[in-house]
């Protein structure tokens, strides 16, 4: 690890962390949020959130097949609607520059979404995408995450 941001600077922490709270008092759904972050964390090659959120999403009840298709979630007929506009949302926020935000990936969003949401859906892409940057750009150790949802190790 080249630094340990959470004792350097906890206040940054704790307002990542408020960040997150406010999407999970949401209405989102729990193993969404966790595609979500999957998602992100896999475009960003962000291999300690990766670990956390698939070992998070199992431990939520979620099935291994989708997460391993997560990564082809547009070839793979395993999401729902709901499920693709938040993925496809993820990928353009994330991929900001180079998408830009498409008109038609955010009419999908919205015919999914109410206002609400569409804001804790971007919400909750705005913060893994920066939960990426702290890890990947501080060297996070990969493999040692344990689910707080689940003890026990996948």
Same mark, same amino acid.
């Given at each position: 690890?080249?630094?340990?941001?959470?004792?350097?600077?906890?206040?940054?922490?704790?307002?990542?962390?408020?960040?997150?709270?406010?999407?999970?008092?949401?209405?989102?759904?729990?193993?969404?949020?966790?595609?979500?972050?999957?998602?992100?964390?896999?475009?960003?090659?962000?291999? #300690?959130?990766?670990?956390?959120?698939?070992?998070?999403?199992?431990?939520?009840?979620?099935?291994?097949?989708?997460?391993?298709?997560?990564?082809?979630?547009?070839?793979?007929?395993?999401?729902?609607?709901?499920?693709?506009? %938040?993925? %496809?949302?993820?990928?353009?926020?994330?991929?900001?520059?180079?998408?830009?935000?498409?008109?038609?990936? #955010?009419?999908?969003?919205?015919?999914?979404?109410?206002?609400?949401?569409?804001?804790?859906?971007?919400? %909750?892409?705005?913060?893994?995408?920066?939960?990426?940057?702290?890890?990947?750009?501080?060297?996070?150790?990969?493999?040692?995450?344990?689910? &707080?949802? &689940?003890?026990?190790?996948?």
């Amino acid at each position: 690890m080249r630094l340990d941001y959470r004792h350097e600077l906890p206040e940054a922490s704790r307002a990542m962390s408020q960040l997150e709270r406010v999407v999970e008092a949401s209405t989102l759904d729990p193993k969404m949020r966790e595609l979500i972050k999957l998602r992100a964390s896999q475009i960003n090659g962000c291999a #300690y959130c990766v670990d956390m959120h698939t070992k998070d999403a199992q431990a939520m009840g979620e099935d291994a097949q989708r997460l391993h298709l997560v990564a082809v979630w547009r070839e793979a007929p395993v999401f729902s609607p709901r499920e693709r506009a %938040a993925l %496809a949302w993820t990928e353009a926020l994330t991929l900001l520059p180079e998408t830009g935000a498409p008109d038609d990936v #955010y009419a999908e969003v919205a015919r999914e979404f109410g206002a609400e949401e569409q804001v804790a859906l971007t919400l %909750a892409i705005i913060a893994i995408n920066g939960w990426n940057r702290l890890a990947v750009g501080f060297r996070q150790p990969v493999g040692e995450y344990v689910s &707080h949802l &689940h003890p026990v190790p996948a």
